[in-house]
């Protein structure tokens, strides 16, 4: 049986529908009830990892847990929710991370308290792999209210492009470490298969609806008060340095994913034409 937590996530959806399709024996576990049916044969329970004691009941049986904290970040409780795992016979854990380890070491938001889940996953004594994606094609969902009114997404740094990755690769290589043991011990960077900048996510978007949507350039400061409304300012600050001003690493398109999975990663017009309804 595998466990996947965070299961009603932009990860955890596809995940738990790809190791179903796959024929495995899934347990969803997330905070909230899954607003969608989940597959047939899956099992849902509703846990909240900063309670590890309510995991030991769900992780009996399982051989392997995809470890998504849902953005809690505590240390503390990450152990003992991996002390349960190990003490309930969980094989492998795949943690998911965020590139931010190896290009915002010293953020805490980004890379320092990862980096610490990461090393505790390492030494949990269970086989692991280390998923680090970057920035996500589904963060334009923040835009879908305007797009939906205005058909405008207003936007920082037009022009800078990153590698955005499409959330259903993430899932997919999950699923491909979960299920396979030549993933054991290996961290896996994983982006899109370009740079592509806001103002050309905008249009591609557009082109999904088959009308136009414009573009408009915030600055940093405007940008930064409206995240400031929705994230702590040291998160919001350190984002927009990644939007901005990003590192050669986080521009760099890595080849991860299709080592895994024997393709090449999806492009963010194929994910706007994905979840084009979400923005009509």
Known sequence: MIVVTGATGN???????????????VTAVSRRAPEAPLPDGVRHRRVDLTDPDALRGVLDGADALFLHDGGAGDLLRTHDALDVAKSAGVRQVVLLSSQGVLTRPESESHGVVLRSLEEAVRGSGTGWTIL????FDSNALAWVGAVRTHRTVA?????????????ADVAEVAAAALTGDEHL?????????????PREQAAAIGD???EPVAFVELTRDQALTAMLRFMPEPVARTTLDVLGTPTPLEQQVSPDVERVLGRPPRGFAGWAARNAAAFR
Do not use: H
Request: aromatic residues 4%; hydrophobic residues 40%.
């Open 11 to 25: 990860v955890g959806r596809p995940l738990v529908a790809a190791l179903a399709a796959a024929g495995e024996q």
């Open 132 to 135: 680090r994606p970057g920035g």
């Open 155 to 167: 936007a920082p740094f037009g022009d800078v492009g990153l590698p955005t990755v499409d959330p």
């Open 185 to 197: 011990g290996r961290a896996y960077v994983l982006t899109g298969p370009a740079r592509c900048t």
């Open 208 to 210: 999904a609806l088959g």
